[in-house]
């Protein structure tokens, strides 16, 4: 395979999953370790891709802040497994007669499929759909008042902040638009990242919910959160990412 060859195979991977191994590109590849650091220090030099131990992760020139949020119906079918394997989790982790928030993401609204009558939850929520799937199971839900976003199918503004504000919770569940190293957690609305740091500092358990496309991501706002929070993720692919995100958050995978 040509040096031409490779470099498009690596950064094709790069721009899906934002890190990359040697032994990973060995196997897409068929060249040799010292071939692929070869490749990599020269791709380095050219300014396409920053070097790691061990591999390689995506120029942070070369992934922009992402202005643009896919609507709410396209987030439900992407990695729709993976989300859901963590929603199953998620609830997994409250017990029965709790006080929970769900915010308006799609991997909150997946773990309505298995909270139960019988567990006697108290469910607030800022999703509108979240509210609709919970009354059709029985559930009992509280929907915040206040500005509906269509895009997302969230409600926010001051009449939400003002109710949420009577709220403690057991646990809070947060979906979230990116996770990165040095930007952060974010989202791509002001209002709802409000409204996400509001829920979590009323809370005494706080996780934030990320499938693993999400990660090395950065959106237009930075969602601060003055609290200890876990991330519940898929297994990562990138053992080095793993160490990478484990150094600076609570990060806990989910078995796929």
């Known amino acids: 395979m040509l040096l031409e060859e490779r470099k498009t195979i690596i950064l094709d ?21 010292s071939t692929l650091r070869r ?46 394997i963590i929603a199953q989790h998620a609830v997994g982790l409250i017990e029965k007669g709790e006080t929970i928030y769900l ?21 607030v929520t800022n999703g509108v759909d979240q509210a609709i799937v919970a009354a ?18 969230a409600i926010v503004g001051q009449s939400a902040h003002k109710q949420l504000k009577k709220y403690h919770f057991h646990h809070v569940f947060l979906g979230m638009n990116g996770i990165d190293l040095d930007d952060g957690l974010t989202t791509t609305d002001e209002a709802e990242a409000f409204l996400k740091e509001q829920a979590a500092s ?39 990412a793993k160490e990478d995100f484990t150094q600076v958050y609570k990060i806990k995978e989910v078995n796929n």
């Open 13 to 33: 991977h790069l721009n899906q999953h934002h890190m990359v191994d040697l032994q990973t590109l060995v196997t897409m590849t068929g060249a040799s370790e």
């Open 39 to 84: 490749d990599l220090d020269s791709m380095e030099d050219e300014g396409l891709l920053i070097r790691v131990h061990g591999g390689a992760k995506l120029k942070k020139g070369a992934n922009p802040v992402i202005g643009e949020e896919p609507r709410f119906s396209d987030k439900v079918l992407n990695n729709a497994n993976e989300k859901r």
């Open 103 to 123: 915010d308006a993401g799609t991997t909150t609204l997946l773990m309505l499929d298995f909270i139960t009558p019988d567990m006697q939850l108290n469910i």
């Open 136 to 153: 059709g199971k029985g559930l009992n839900i509280q929907l915040l008042g206040g500005t509906l976003r269509a895009n997302t199918q």
């Open 202 to 240: 009323q809370s005494i358990d706080v996780h934030v919910m990320i499938d693993q496309s999400k990660f090395e991501r950065t959106y237009p706002i930075t969602v601060t959160l003055d609290c200890e929070f876990q991330v519940v993720t898929n297994i990562f692919k990138d053992r080095h």
